[in-house]
């Protein structure tokens, strides 16, 4: 079994790149990790691709749904929900929803795929993650801030 090695892997994409007008493969590699895809065979590269990109999607998908429907959540979790204002809750629904249409495109694909098709699918999700990873520095970076300020306040009577 041969392995690609990166420099491989960056040529195959560059023509794909070129091909189907893709984002460059640095940006695509800040984002969605695909160099890890040199160390796998396959004739299927915009499926990888696309593997990858569900890979961080689903996590981040998981995440908020734990954030909006805590039960059996971790610990760290409902101190989190405890400093999140009405608009946090919001923002954090709006994004579910933008990553779960993502997820809901990912399974179409993968019962129907073809190289088009997740090309035009990586090209899509690379845009709409550009907004939504906005979105969740932003959110993110309040409920970092209001954390701060509770704990600033003190944490109340343990008992």
Do not use: C
Request: aromatic residues 12%.
């Amino acid at each position: 079994m041969k392995e690609f090695d990166l420099s491989e892997l960056k040529q195959r994409y560059k023509k794909l790149q070129e091909k189907y007008k893709l984002p460059d493969f640095e940006e695509m590699n800040q984002e969605f990790y695909i160099e890890k895809i040199a160390e796998l065979e396959t004739d299927f590269l915009t499926r990888e691709i696309r593997r990858f990109i569900a890979d961080k999607i689903y996590n981040y998908l998981r995440f908020i749904e734990t954030i909006l429907n805590p039960a059996n959540a971790p610990m760290f979790i409902f101190s989190v929900i405890k400093s999140m204002t009405l608009e946090d809750k919001k923002k954090f629904n709006d994004i579910y929803e933008k990553l779960a249409e993502i997820d809901i495109e990912l399974i179409k694909l993968d019962i129907e795929s073809s190289e088009k098709k997740d090309a035009e699918f990586i090209n899509n999700v690379y845009i709409s993650w550009k907004e939504i990873k906005k979105e969740l520095i932003d959110v993110v970076g309040r409920l970092k801030k209001g954390k701060s300020e509770e704990k600033d306040r003190g944490s109340g009577y343990f008992g």
